[in-house]
């Protein structure tokens, strides 16, 4: 009888002791800020005294990311995480950790296995992308309107003394042939903000602003022509079509913007 309790209390221990335990972390966030992308992992009942007793493997999906073989002292990465590093020594401590470049760090689940002789353990921890805006709302509004309120302003300088003058005429030139730059700046927003480019609807409103702009400068032309500016509704009408341009991209950009959201950002190489 006393054989069989002890037999029964050694095998209980030994099961005990085959698992290893990866404590529980929570999701892990990264930013377009970040340069280095950590996905912690770590093991709490760790026995091994050298490297040769450990391995360690990463895997994203069935993918995978990173393979320690202690033994032989090797990392093997996976094809698509070419920049995947731990710290061998660390594992004695209890830390297999994952380092990435944010080039290669994949919102989604992320499972560390760790093998220590007959022992094995895993856990799944979950990397998220967060979208950071460059600036504040607050800001944003602020530098959008500060602009404004100066054109407004210099504007007002002609309601002051509004008589025809060829500096007047210059100084209109001024306001109004500028605008182009922001037929080029739209061009540019739609290229460089991802999954937009040259769709149907921003080659749309690059041509409504083209056809403002062309309308502004008519407008501007014949007004400098004349005393009394009596073609200024053109110019004004140009104006504004290019104001509206500006407002149905920035309509569109923020539509995109949030289909995007829930996809994952793109990965440079």
């Not at 090797?74 to 297999?96: K, Y």
């Not at 353990?121 to 967060?130: D, H, N, P």
């Amino acid at each position: 009888m006393w054989p069989l309790v002890v037999l029964l209390l050694l095998a209980s221990a030994s099961c005990g002791s085959a698992q290893l335990i990866l404590n529980k972390t929570k999701p892990v966030e990264y930013t377009n800020c970040n340069k280095t992308v950590v996905i912690p992992c770590f093991v709490s009942n760790v026995e091994a005294t050298t490297l040769d007793d450990l391995y360690l493997n990463w895997k994203f999906g069935n993918e995978n990311v990173l393979t320690f073989v202690g033994s032989q002292r090797t990392s093997t990465t996976g094809n698509n995480f070419s920049s995947a590093s731990i710290v061998p020594e660390a594992l004695l401590e209890g830390t297999a950790s994952l380092k990435l470049d944010k080039s290669d760090a994949v919102p989604g689940n992320y499972t560390c296995e760790v093998t220590e002789l007959s022992r094995e353990g895993e856990a799944i921890i979950e990397l998220k992308y967060r979208v950071v805006n460059w600036f504040s709302p607050n800001e944003n509004i602020l530098i959008i309107i500060f602009p404004m309120l100066a054109i407004l302003l210099f504007w007002g300088q002609f309601g002051v003394v509004s008589e025809h003058s060829t500096a007047r005429s210059s100084g209109l030139g001024l306001i109004v042939v500028p605008t182009v730059i922001l037929i080029l700046l739209q061009y540019a927003a739609f290229m460089i903000a991802p999954a937009i480019g040259m769709s149907f609807f921003s080659i749309a409103i690059l041509i409504l602003q083209v056809l403002g702009f062309v309308l502004s400068v008519v407008g501007l032309r014949l007004c400098i022509l004349e005393c009394v500016a009596l073609h200024s509704p053109l110019l004004i009408s140009g104006l504004g079509i290019i104001a509206l341009a500006e407002l149905l991209g920035l309509v569109y950009m923020k539509f995109i913007a949030s289909n995007q959201r829930t996809i994952q950002p793109p990965r440079s190489k």
